[in-house]
């Protein structure tokens, strides 16, 4: 089986591991400051917090930033759930803002119809490695007074306009979960280059504590471990390699089935670079629906399986919190994408044989 995703670890990050535990030191250590360092340099921020996953990432954001009670807060209804479930951690209400059909972020033109009085924040999405369109979600934030916290926990080494995404916004979030385009195990980061809300957030995530038992806020225990900044130190430094063969794999794919009736391969906004954190199609009158398609590869041993099975904003548990709203496009196109392997161990024979297996069922080998 071609797998849909594996963390791509080597004998640098074993030795690394190895380091930490010879040296008793598994939490608050020097690999933690060094990876939080390294990370917010390749980023190009000030200032890199890391946390226990991306999760927490976004929560302690949030806070940070003073969302709280009341609020809203704008994000796509494709995405992760705890691109919602921490604006409801927050006491604020998420706000969905439909998607583009071809890039599936956020659509940025739909944006302002969407902001009210109650209106704190906007939390672009950069969706399986694509960027969001910033620089007019940014001029829209700028004229309403709105905070920007980008959720790039899909995006490590994207980039807009030259710039990395997560140095857009007043903070961004990444996470190093397992299937992501750098690991740690588990773990997050927050970036940002405003040193008053670094601080609030390592005072977050450390239980609130300014000294040894001294808390002047409620906090959390949100550190990542030692053992995960080790790993993530070591995976930062291949990340460039990883994106590059992403970016090669996606390339052939798109060679491949660009032309193929009822396949639509991804779509990179201008001055963007895309690092295929998934590399997801649209299947719409193709000889097979969406399903059968996933059923079809996975008989072939290739890891193919459909996105998301539904908008957040038609969530159970989010529509009783009162996150409800109607988002027809991304309604409309979620039965139809799928994902197919991209990852750095996916071999140029891999590629070739999932083109050719797509084809057959496309009538055109």
Not at 12 to 33: D, I, W, Y
Not at 228 to 249: S, V
Request: hydrophobic share 40%.
């Amino acid at each position: 089986m071609i797998p849909i995703a594996k963390p791509n670890i080597g004998k640098e990050e074993e030795e690394a591991v190895l380091e930490v535990l010879r040296s008793g030191m598994l939490a608050r250590g020097p690999k933690t400051k060094e990876f939080e360092a390294s990370f917010g340099r390749y980023i190009g921020t000030e200032h890199a917090i890391s946390t226990s996953s991306g999760t927490t990432a976004l929560h302690i954001a949030l806070l940070a930033n003073g969302i709280g009670k009341d609020d809203e807060v704008l994000i796509p209804p494709v995405t992760f759930f705890a691109t919602a479930s921490t604006v409801l951690f927050c006491g604020a209400k998420p706000v969905f803002v439909d998607i583009d059909p071809d890039t599936f972020n956020m659509d940025v033109a739909k944006v302002e119809e969407a902001i009210t009085p109650n209106t704190k924040a906007i939390v672009p999405v950069h969706m399986f490695g694509q960027p969001v369109d910033m620089k007019p979600l940014m001029e829209i934030a700028e004229k309403h007074d709105l905070k920007i916290i980008e959720d790039a926990c899909q995006s490590h080494g994207a980039e807009y306009d030259g710039r990395k995404v997560g140095t857009f916004g007043g903070a961004s979030c990444f996470s190093f979960y397992p299937t992501k385009n750098m690991v740690a195990g588990e773990g997050g980061m927050i970036t940002t280059d405003d040193a008053d809300l670094k601080t609030e957030c390592m005072l977050l995530r450390e239980h609130g504590e300014i000294t040894h038992y001294e808390h002047i806020v409620l906090g959390y225990n949100f550190r990542m471990t030692e053992i995960g900044a080790a790993i993530g130190g070591e995976q930062l430094k291949k990340l460039p390699g990883f994106i590059e063969k992403r970016q090669a794999n996606a390339k052939r794919l798109n060679e491949g089935l660009g032309d193929l009736k009822g396949i639509q391969t991804p779509k990179v906004i201008d001055n963007a670079s895309h690092v295929y954190y998934q590399y997801i199609i649209k299947v719409d009158d193709f000889p097979l629906n969406r399903d059968e398609l996933v059923e079809f590869l996975k008989s072939k041993d290739i890891g193919a399986r459909p996105s998301y099975p539904k908008p957040l904003s038609e969530q159970a548990i989010l529509r009783t919190l009162g996150a409800s709203a109607d988002c027809p496009v991304a309604r409309g196109m979620l039965p139809k994408m799928m994902e197919l392997p991209v990852h750095p161990l996916v071999s140029d024979e891999d590629i070739t044989y999932i083109i050719d297996t797509v084809k057959v069922m496309g009538g055109t080998w």
